[in-house]
């Protein structure tokens, strides 16, 4: 977020091959130059930004700021532990933009909704739905 509008996201996806092994994938996207297409998006709920909008004058490429991005990722990674954990929950909502809002996820044959309540030790998203409060591991998130 930048300035109430949305610069990127970050998509995480958690698989699982057995009760034992588990593999993820992470994605992440900044809006680098959306062009003309930027204005036809000031509808959505958080109306996209991007670097060259910020920044007229940015001299880091396309492709320099993916590898500033990946190398970023992958250090951060490797320092990841037990108590980084830890120090992330204490600091996830205020990085999350839909902290605090309803939103509905669709998970296979289900749609889970509630207020966005934040994450628990494991990664979940906790949801509350009138004082019911719902783990949520997969599926899509709609706002």
């Known amino acids: 977020m930048h300035g109430g509008k949305k610069l990127g996201g970050i998509l995480v996806e958690l698989t699982s091959q057995s009760q034992d092994y588990y593999s993820f994938n992470i994605g992440v996207g900044i809006n680098y130059d959306l062009?003309?297409?930027?204005n036809s998006m000031d509808q959505n709920l958080f109306p996209p930004i991007d670097l060259l909008k910020i920044n007229h004058d940015?001299?880091?490429c396309r492709s320099e700021m993916s590898g500033i991005l990946a190398r970023t990722v992958i250090e951060a990674l490797k320092?990841?532990?037990q108590r980084s954990m830890q120090s992330a929950l204490k600091l996830w909502p205020d990085f999350d933009a839909l902290f605090e809002k309803e939103v509905k996820i669709f998970e296979e044959d289900k749609i889970i909704e509630g207020k966005n309540i934040g994450i628990d030790h494991t990664g979940a998203l906790l949801l509350d739905?009138?004082?019911v409060?719902?783990?949520?591991?997969n599926g899509h998130l709609v706002i």
Do not use: Q, R
């Open 35 to 38: 062009g003309s297409d930027l």
């Open 58 to 60: 940015l001299t880091v």
């Open 79 to 81: 320092k990841f532990n």
């Open 129 to 131: 739905n009138n004082g």
């Open 133 to 137: 409060i719902n783990k949520v591991y």
